[in-house]
């Protein structure tokens, strides 16, 4: 016999995948048997062949080992026995033969949990004047609380826009690569506190279900100190946590408009992130003297592409290329090329 579940098991672990459904398949798998036999591209029906060999012949618990385009499947016999709810027979076998193409293919739709979220979303940081506030960053604590300084807040090594996740034990490695903050710890009432040195930590409470999507805009007062009082700051010396490697750059000395330029540009980092650069290009002054203020606004921008990074990888992989097309209307001369490094993340 061959059951349903006889069926899904065999086109999941000695299948193929199509969009979203695992198929039978006549050719492509890589089998290694219960004897230690290898067999390359083999069919679905060759694997069950195999499982009914080792039925009649061999050990039911030893496992046999199928790679497919999909993962690698180690299953016994007697594996696939309990999922199928009773022995396979040879004109299962056949039937199986019969539906590996054509319109008679077996398929079936995999089945994809939904999980519930919440999404707060955290507008960029702003100023009593409405002026935007960059490099705020963002904290959040499972409870309600008016306290700063309270120790349940966690930071999310984010700044603000963030929209921030929550749900219920799901599974934030999915969040990973995104520019989304991702908090597992279920649904309910939470605080988020967004700071900034000079600022006043601005704290907003919500109370969170599953479905829920909400936006606030922090609003950060600047801290003031008493006119009788001379000024004090605490300036702290940081680790540079990510910056170009100027002499690992590789830059065209001339590049021609209406052709493909590529910049190359090696980075470093404390920190793993999804990093990228934007080139200005200024018009160089003349008798420029090397200083910034000087060149004025640039006259064309690009961007390139965005990469992770970690502390970890080799140097040559350290590298974003930036390739465009120049500009046709550009104008011949001389061009100070400015590159500047962001991180999706943030130190």
């Not at 030893?62 to 499947?73: E, S």
Request: net charge negative; proline share 6%; charged share 30%.
């Amino acid at each position: 016999m061959l059951s349903e579940e006889g069926k899904r098991f065999l086109a999941e672990k000695a299948g193929t995948k199509v969009d979203n459904k695992y198929c039978f398949t006549d050719r492509g798998l890589t089998l290694i048997a219960y004897d230690g036999s290898r067999f390359e591209d083999v069919a679905t029906h060759q694997v069950a062949g195999i499982l009914y060999e080792q039925r009649i012949v061999g050990d039911p618990n030893a496992k046999n080992k199928v790679i497919t385009d999909h993962g690698t499947y180690e299953f016994s016999y007697d594996d696939f026995k309990a999922t199928n709810g009773g022995d396979i027979e040879l004109d299962d076998i056949e039937w199986i033969k019969d539906h590996e193409k054509g319109v008679d293919r077996y398929c079936y739709a995999i089945t994809v949990p939904t999980v519930e979220i919440a999404k707060w979303r955290i507008n960029q940081a702003v100023d009593e004047n409405g002026n935007a506030v960059y490099y705020a960053r963002i904290y959040i604590a499972k409870k309600a609380t008016t306290d700063p300084n309270d120790p349940d807040f966690r930071d999310l090594r984010a700044y603000t826009p963030e929209d921030i996740i929550i749900c219920d034990g799901c599974d934030c490695s999915q969040f990973e690569t995104t520019n989304v903050s991702c908090v597992d710890t279920g649904f309910g009432t939470y605080t988020v506190m967004v700071k900034k040195e000079g600022y006043k930590p601005w704290l907003k409470t919500r109370t969170l279900n599953a479905g829920d999507e909400v936006e606030d805009t922090p609003v950060l007062v600047r801290e003031v100190a008493p006119p009788e009082e001379a000024p004090v700051w605490v300036v702290k010396v940081e680790r540079k946590p990510a910056w170009i490697v100027v002499e690992r750059c590789e830059i065209p000395s001339t590049i021609t408009p209406g052709t493909v330029a590529v910049f190359k540009i090696a980075i470093e980092t404390t920190y793993k992130d999804v990093f990228y650069v934007v080139l200005e290009f200024y018009k160089k002054p003349e008798g420029w003297t090397g200083s910034l203020e000087e060149l004025g606004t640039p006259v064309f921008s690009v961007e390139s592409e965005y990469k992770e990074i970690s502390p970890t990888d080799p140097p040559e992989e350290k590298v974003l290329i930036c390739a465009f097309e120049v500009p046709t209307w550009l104008e011949p001369g001389e061009y100070v090329v400015v590159a500047n490094l962001y991180g999706v993340k943030g130190p």
